[in-house]
């Protein structure tokens, strides 16, 4: 019988889930946007007050960040960078 070795596994961090994505692995940067769609949502949400504008500023920044993401030199502040993406500043 083949042990599933899933259960032992270190969660990789933000940082290398950028990395494996700038390397053009997606399902790594799905990984890291899932994590910080909600806060994104929030703030864009605490400074548009409107929910349908809040949505699309995410979802554009989304797209921008996955076409842009090889131009982030440090991975560590993805987080930043996204947001920033967000309300294109």
């Excluded at 910080?36 to 921008?64: G, R, T």
């Excluded at 993401?69 to 294109?88: D, H, M, Y």
């Amino acid at each position: 019988m083949k042990e599933d070795n899933r259960a032992t596994e270190t969660p990789m961090s933000d940082e290398e889930l950028i990395r494996r994505a700038q390397k053009g692995d997606y399902e790594s940067y799905q990984a890291v946007v899932l994590k910080l769609k909600d806060k994104a949502y929030h703030i864009a949400f605490s400074y548009l007050q409107n929910e349908s504008n809040s949505m699309d500023a995410v979802s554009d920044a989304v797209v921008k960040a996955m076409l842009h993401l090889k131009k982030l030199k440090e991975p560590k502040f993805f987080s930043t960078w996204f947001i920033r993406i967000s309300f294109g500043l």
